[in-house]
């Protein structure tokens, strides 16, 4: 299967998109150097909010997330794999937000999930125990940490699994 994303990051439109626009990595924004056919003039804000939390910029037809051109723009080259937002804030492009990840890395610094009851990254209720339950996943292994009598301290537990299996990508909090 073809990857989408690596198919439009080429050398041709490193080029295209190195001369159609200007980065400002203390603030995140790009910026139009030339006026546009479709309107948009020389030095406005590129780029749209997408419904996924990304923003996104298209030149030439190709739709760019954001946080991709601004590893573009600070290293000179496409990402080799995924960025992270180390913030959980998918729209702050500052380069001081982003880091290069792996796919499993980029999950780890995932927010508590919205249907999460318990107030606590990886803590559950367990109604058959009557406790709650603290678990982990990292690199596809589910891992047990407990039960416990309160969602604090099953919280705890996590985190210092987070600590160890997740290290510097590891999110305890909701973002």
């Not at 490193?14 to 995140?28: C, Q």
């Not at 492009?93 to 107030?119: D, K, V, W």
Request: aromatic share 10%; with cysteine.
């Amino acid at each position: 299967m073809i990857d989408k994303r690596k198919a439009k990051e080429t050398p041709e439109s490193k080029a295209l998109v190195l001369s159609s626009l200007s980065y400002e990595p203390i603030t995140g924004e790009f910026r139009w150097r030339t006026t546009r056919k479709n309107g948009a003039q020389a030095g406005t804000i590129a780029g749209c909010l997408h419904r996924s939390g990304y923003m996104l910029i298209s030149v030439a037809r190709i739709k760019f997330p954001s946080h991709r051109l601004a590893w573009l723009f600070h290293t000179g080259e496409w990402p080799k794999d995924h960025i992270d937002h180390i913030n959980g804030d998918k729209s702050d492009n500052r380069i001081c937000n982003l880091r290069e990840a792996t796919s499993a890395q980029n999950g780890f610094n995932n927010p508590m999930q919205p249907y999460n009851t318990s107030g606590y990254k990886g803590v559950s209720w367990s109604a058959r125990e009557k406790k709650y339950r603290a678990q982990i996943t990292a690199y596809g292994k589910r891992n047990f940490l407990g039960l416990f009598d309160d969602p604090a301290v099953a919280a705890e537990a996590y985190k210092a699994a987070a600590a160890k299996l997740h290290g510097e990508f590891a999110r305890t909090e909701p973002a």
